[in-house]
């Protein structure tokens, strides 16, 4: 069990990444004062998860505190998260600025990836992974995400839109309802190989680790 501090003004998500992490000891708070006043009074956290802007879009009051973690807390490892990621290159602006392990964007966040970043940075040990490995690391996985994202949604609307078919199809003659039987099978399939092959580039993907 790792002591763990997250920082965030949205109680909802307080609320969640506290639940998902259970098995560990997780210090959830709303500002930068009371992030302080825990570091200051209790013996050093394993993990700190902190959200970039903890009241307004663009606030950046999560980097000062990521920048005094930095400098006072440095065997606290940092994971960044926030709702709306900065534009332009965000590994100098977020990961090599704050030299964090990681950034989670909460539109694509997942139990298996939040749980998956929170271990690497528990067991990540100093200087053992290059930032800029980190970095690519992260754009690897960000950019499956994207692409398993992209991929579902497309093969969920083709097989709506063949269901929609066949339902449509009921009145007509034995042919045509028998086209868009295959129609839907074939979806279906389709969604099933996706299912198969993006599990196993999945676990090549994030499987990747430092050594």
Known sequence: MARILYVDDEKDWRDYI???LRDHHVDAVDSVQAAVDLLDSEAPYAVALVDLNLHDNGDGEGGELLDLLCLRYPTTKRVVVTGSPPAGDIGKRIL???DAKAL????NLQLPDLRRVV???IADKPGELQKSLRLNRWILRQRFRDWHRGQSDRLDDELRAAEKHLSDTAKLGPQTRQLAVEAVVSARM???RFREVSTRLREVVFGINTE
């Not at 989670?104 to 539109?107: E, G, P, R, T």
């Open 119 to 121: 271990e690497e940075a």
């Open 18 to 20: 506290t639940r998902q």
């Open 96 to 98: 090599d600025a704050y």
């Open 190 to 192: 389709q969604k099933e």
């Open 104 to 107: 989670i964007i909460k539109a």
